[in-house]
């Protein structure tokens, strides 16, 4: 049985075959069915690869992608610019991906019920109607091949009992309590109910999803409204619901809530103020410790803005104007944090960012109308 790998250098080619890819072949032979092949490397490229077998008489299996990049800090590529006319905190306000394809809500201030659908292989866009999923500010995540959203804040028009029956539309909103989950290509709302947060984080560890912090009020909020800081974290299991966890040591991460998992732990950073950037208070999770003890403080964060997991590292993109530096987090290590690729673009846009990840590549859509989505590739 021939067997080996098949690889590009090119960016515009996330899924090389036999067909449309560099082909180096092995005879399958011993105990323990592996071959070696070589492959030369040159500095400063990226690579696409990923292994096949070839039983006689039959089409190539192939493995999933493996994706890395020679030059230092990883490296940048631009994709297909988002679709729709982007104006401020309009660039979708939950994102997750399952399978090869990236997802982000509709949001800004009449958030609707527009769904985004990114296919990475075709680097295309394209949009479906969820009636009830729209949405600011809220939390999404992925277990297994299901993704769901949940919580934050819907526009008065929608708001139930007439709460917000006086307000001009884009100042008065009410929190979400419903969650949605896509299934085998299919939107359902299913029958949880969520306690209403804001600007919450979620991660997800095993087979359980964990959701907490951000803001929560009574009402109607409008412009005078004093909200509260909640520090609440709940675990959600697709099986038996909603459970309360250790609620996380600060009150103040009720802004730009950066939550996410690696391996058997999760992490949670943020703000109070989209004014104090530099309280960057950052803790990490572990649900396996006994009640009282599952918080840790640990480095401050080096940096805010959108966050993308690939393999065992997390990636934070942050800036202003024309550059968005990157930063590498990486537990296993003493130095945890290391400046590696700045994403340079022209022209001018403010801080909201979006993220998700697709087989170990990051992508990242900026607040901007155009050059307005990337994809990172991170250093091998």
């Not at 659908?117 to 109607?129: I, V």
């Not at 997800?204 to 109607?220: L, P």
Request: charged share 20%; glycine share 12%; hydrophobic share 35%.
């Amino acid at each position: 049985m021939n067997a080996g790998i098949v690889w590009t250098d090119s960016e515009d080619n996330l899924a090389p075959t036999l067909e449309n890819a560099n082909v180096l072949t092995g005879l399958v032979s011993g105990s323990n069915d592996q071959i070696q092949v070589g492959l030369d490397l040159e500095c400063g490229n990226s690579y696409f690869i990923r292994g096949f077998i070839l039983p006689q008489g039959s089409l190539p299996v192939f493995t999933k992608v493996v994706a890395f990049s020679t030059a230092t800090g990883g490296k940048w590529f631009q994709r297909e610019d988002f679709p729709k006319s982007l104006r401020e905190t309009d660039i979708g306000h939950f994102s997750f991906s399952i399978a090869g394809k990236g997802y982000l809500g509709d949001g800004g201030c009449q958030p609707s019920s527009e769904v985004w659908e990114y296919d990475a292989l075709t680097d295309k866009w394209s949009p479906t109607l969820v009636e009830g999923i729209e949405r600011r500010d809220g939390i999404s995540f992925t277990i297994g091949k299901v993704g769901y959203v949940g919580t934050g804040l819907e526009p008065p028009e929608s708001c139930p009992q007439n709460l917000c029956t006086q307000c001009i539309v884009c100042e008065c909103y009410c929190l979400k309590d419903d969650l949605w989950r896509l299934k085998d290509g299919s939107w359902q709302k299913i029958a949880f109910a969520l306690p209403k947060l804001s600007s919450a984080g979620s991660f997800v560890i095993g087979g359980n999803a964990y959701f907490g912090a951000g803001r929560t009020f009574e009402g109607c909020f409008e412009p005078n409204t004093t909200f509260k800081r909640s520090n609440s974290f709940w675990r959600f299991n697709p099986s038996s619901g909603i459970t309360s966890v250790d609620p996380l040591p600060d009150f103040n991460i009720t802004l730009g809530t950066q939550a996410f998992s690696i391996g058997d732990k999760g992490y949670v950073g943020g703000t109070s103020s989209i004014r104090d950037l530099g309280d960057l208070n950052f803790y990490e999770f572990d649900p396996t410790e006994s009640s009282g003890n599952q918080w840790k403080r640990i480095a401050d964060r080096q940096a805010g803005g959108g966050v993308m997991v690939l393999g065992s590292k997390a990636f934070f993109v942050d800036g202003f104007l024309h550059d968005y530096i990157t930063w590498e987090f990486d537990p296993a290590k003493s130095s945890q944090w290391r400046q590696v690729a700045t994403l340079t673009v022209g022209g001018t846009q403010t801080r909201d960012i979006r993220t998700f990840s697709i087989n170990n590549l990051g992508y990242v859509l900026l607040e901007r109308q155009a050059d307005n989505f990337w994809m990172y590739v991170p250093e091998l």
